[in-house]
């Protein structure tokens, strides 16, 4: 069974700092391009950023340019959304996405991935 379990989400402040977490289950993460993204009430899923097999190709979304770092940990079978400065319209729940197929450009922010973990919540408060 392939399996994404993200963790890490919670309630903090602005322009704090949280960890999100996607661990993989039944499947191993570096054969897998990884996305993150999320989605508020009201509003459509939205790509967040995104990281190739490799690790060596990352893409972000503007807003959160500079303050999100995507990375990968492959031994721990385990991928990370580090997010800092944190602001109340980053309040929304994340999800975590893998995709097999190969991406010529690396990875996508488009929500066509082929697998999807549960989500987290994350709450900013102003």
């Known amino acids: 069974q392939v399996q994404l379990v993200e963790s890490g989400g919670g309630l903090v402040q602005s322009g704090g700092s949280l960890r999100l977490s996607c661990a993989a289950a039944?499947?191993?993460?570096?054969?897998?391009?990884i996305g993150w993204f999320r989605q508020a009430p009201g509003k459509e899923r939205e790509g967040v950023s995104c990281?190739?097999?490799?690790?060596?190709?990352?893409l972000y979304e503007d807003s959160v340019k500079g303050r999100f770092t995507i990375s990968r940990d492959n031994a721990k079978n385990t991928v990370y959304l580090q997010m800092n400065s944190l602001k109340p319209e980053d309040t929304a729940v994340y999800y975590c996405a893998a995709d097999q197929a190969y991406f010529p450009n690396g990875c996508s922010l488009m929500f066509a991935y082929d697998d999807w973990g549960q989500g987290t919540q994350v709450t900013v408060s102003s």
């Open positions: 039944g499947f191993t993460l570096d054969d897998y391009t």
């Open positions: 990281i190739s097999r490799s690790g060596s190709i990352t």
